[in-house]
């Protein structure tokens, strides 16, 4: 008998799409070897079943149950670098998706991990940060602060103990690249931590994991054990230990100073800048926190060399990034660019246009706090200052689509009540300028607005930017205020008279 | 060879930092309350504050603070509709008003528990099959208003 071996996903957004029911029906199979593996991020076209091909893998997108007998004849397999979709990508961070068991370390191992950390670990702490000064990478988890900056800011703080924390509290809608990395490569994390700790001097490591995500929790937790087993968790002669912690369901917590409080066990609320965590963090002590994306940027950075990464991109916006599209197109999924492209090339050439029946009426980039685009602007190069120009944000890199059935009104009105409710409270700017913004567009929705509202709106939104002492009050008017902008008419609509 | 001990991990007390919060950490022993209990009983407050060592107004603030810790027992089964962006533009109005609209004829049981908690919730991350439902720990998505009866009929 021949055996046949088959990949399938095991990332939680292909279960959604029914990867176990294949998964249950394939195992019970004497001629099938099912391999789970992460997800190459192709979502529509999930749940996707691959097998070995001459050339590479050979892929069967959309697979119901009735399609195995002629998958497992091997009749109607696509190869894998015929799907557009996934050729013209640059893959750096994500290179190991949809090919990787995410939990053999061996196959990480094979595929070039660990490379960043021995590299590292030869290197004395200044010259690492000074390899990260040339890649010129930045935060990818909203901010975009030069990432050598913070580095070298622990690295020379005097102290006893220091910290590296995880931000893995991926708040932003339309984003999941951090889920993706910590369900389907965890030890690429896991190896950024290690680089940072060997850098900075660090003596524990934590990663704030939100409670929405319960696979990803468990999948890097098991990492970290095998890890710890492979006797890898070893930074200049001390044990390093990395510990998953569990949020519970704030937004803000993904604020930096926030998710250290939660971390230290309090309400989530937002400590004033400065001191900046990097000198006084966890405990007060020096603490490095990056989002999940980041520290997994960092081993191809130490294997490849600064000068790799910044070849990549733009000016200022040096490397790759992962946009996750989503919302109402004909291709959702994750997608892994360098950064520069416009906005409409990749919504046409990744998005695949509208989904079936929909016309386009606006794209928010950067989660609920992002600005709205309608058609005419979307010609804006994806990169961290043509988006700052314009006032809007990259944050995570979510790209949501709407359609022409959705009423900016009742969309605005659902930002801010998203921030009133997730505002911590600490400043007075958000914690009340959200509450009466959402008032005042709940009247306006229910026909009870004026125009003195639509200039009491403008000017909340500006001294809510200007005021607030966080990202979540100062961009919270920029998602409403754009609304407005480019779809004035459905506001002054609906004003009585 | 001097064997080392395993990670320790996850237990409020077994933390290797050298040197452990001299704090008692108050989120995650009310999450550790609710992963056994289901809930925590807004009566027991005045018990863990005493035995953490806080005052009263520290637990009640973290409780209050958290929306995933509950005061009240939930149902047999919790489902969450995604409020996310991607599913707003995927218009999830209509998938939570189906919800709704069978899980209020089903929540009539009498002499039972609640079968069903119906939250809505901010993104699941699972926003390229929008829109999403996710019942207990399982994630659904491409959910139509049209397949919530066959989805949660099998949580009983």
């Not at chain 1, 294997?303 to 004909?330: M, N």
């Amino acid at each position: 008998m021949t055996i046949a071996r088959l990949y399938l996903s095991n990332d939680t957004s292909s279960k959604a799409a029914g990867a176990d029911r294949l998964a249950e029906l394939l195992e019970a199979r004497p001629d099938v070897q099912l391999v789970r593996t992460s997800s190459r991020g192709a979502f529509y076209l999930e749940p996707m079943i691959e097998r070995d091909g001459p050339n590479g893998r050979l892929v069967w997108p959309r697979v119901t149950a009735g399609d195995l007998t002629s998958l497992l004849e091997g009749r109607g397999g696509k190869p894998i670098d015929e799907i557009p979709y996934l050729a013209q990508q640059t893959r750096a961070t994500f290179s190991n998706f949809g090919i990787t068991e995410p939990l053999a370390l061996d196959e990480y191992q094979a595929r070039g991990g660990f490379k960043g950390l021995e590299a590292a670990m030869a290197l004395a702490p200044e010259s690492i940060v000074q390899e990260l000064r040339i890649s010129q990478l930045r935060g990818r988890g909203g901010a975009a602060f030069p990432v050598w900056n913070k580095w070298e800011a622990a690295r020379q703080a005097d102290a006893e103990e220091k910290y590296i924390v995880v931000n893995a509290d991926e708040g932003d809608a339309g984003t999941y690249c951090d889920r993706m990395i910590l369900e389907g490569d965890p030890f690429r994390l896991i190896e950024g931590v290690l680089i940072c700790a060997h850098t900075i001097g660090a003596t524990k490591g934590y990663i704030y994991c939100r409670q929405e995500y319960p696979a990803a929790a468990r999948t890097v937790r098991t990492a970290i054990q095998k890890a710890d087993e492979a006797e890898l968790l070893e930074v200049d002669g001390r044990t390093f230990s990395i510990e998953v912690i569990s949020g519970a369901g704030s937004y803000v917590c993904g604020e930096e100073t926030a998710l250290l409080e939660s971390l230290e066990g309090r309400r989530g609320v937002v400590r004033a800048k400065p001191p900046y965590p990097a000198v006084s963090g966890l405990f007060g002590r020096p603490t490095v926190v990056s989002n999940v994306l980041t520290f997994a940027t960092v081993p191809n950075i130490l294997a490849r060399g600064g000068a790799w990464h910044a070849s990549l991109g733009t000016e200022r916006s040096r490397g790759t990034i992962p946009l996750q599209i989503g919302g109402r197109v004909k291709q959702p999924g994750l997608v892994e660019i360098p950064f520069g492209m416009t906005l409409r090339q990749v919504l046409e050439k990744f998005g695949g246009g509208m989904a079936d029946g929909a016309t386009f009426k606006a794209v928010q980039v950067g989660g609920p706090l992002g600005s709205l685009f309608p058609e005419s602007r979307l010609d804006i190069p994806i990169c961290y200052d043509a988006f700052s120009d314009a006032g809007a944000i990259l944050g995570h890199g979510g790209i949501v689509v709407y359609d022409d059935r959705t009423e900016m009104v009742a969309l605005a009105r659902h930002f801010m009540a998203f921030t009133a409710e997730e505002s911590c409270g600490k400043c007075t700017p958000c914690r009340i300028g959200s509450v009466r913004a959402r008032e005042v567009l709940d009247a306006i929705l229910g026909g009870r607005g004026s125009q003195e509202d639509l200039a009491l709106l403008a000017d909340l939104g500006d001294t809510m930017k200007a005021t607030s002492l966080c990202a979540l009050g100062g961009r919270a008017p920029y998602p409403v205020m754009t609304a407005i902008e480019h779809f004035s008419e459905e506001f002054t609509r609906r004003l009585p008279g | 060879m001097i064997t080392r001990p395993p990670l320790a991990m996850m237990e409020p007390s077994g933390s290797r930092s050298a040197k452990p919060p001299a704090k008692p950490n108050i989120l995650k022993t009310l999450l550790t309350i609710q992963q056994a209990n289901g809930h925590v009983p807004i009566d027991s407050v005045p018990h863990i504050a005493h035995s953490l060592g806080v005052t009263e107004a520290d637990v009640a603030g973290v409780l209050s603070y958290y929306p995933d810790l509950r005061t009240n027992a939930p149902g047999r089964h919790v489902v969450r509709v995604c409020m996310g962006e991607s599913c707003i533009a995927n218009h999830c109005d209509r998938v939570l008003q189906a919800v709704d609209e069978y899980v209020g004829h089903l929540n009539c049981e009498p002499g039972r528990a609640l079968r069903y908690t119906v939250e809505k919730t901010s993104c699941m991350g699972n926003c390229a099959l929008s829109p999403t439902v996710s019942i207990d720990d399982d994630v659904h998505g491409r959910v139509t208003p049209g397949n919530i009866a066959t989805l949660l009929e099998p949580y009983r």
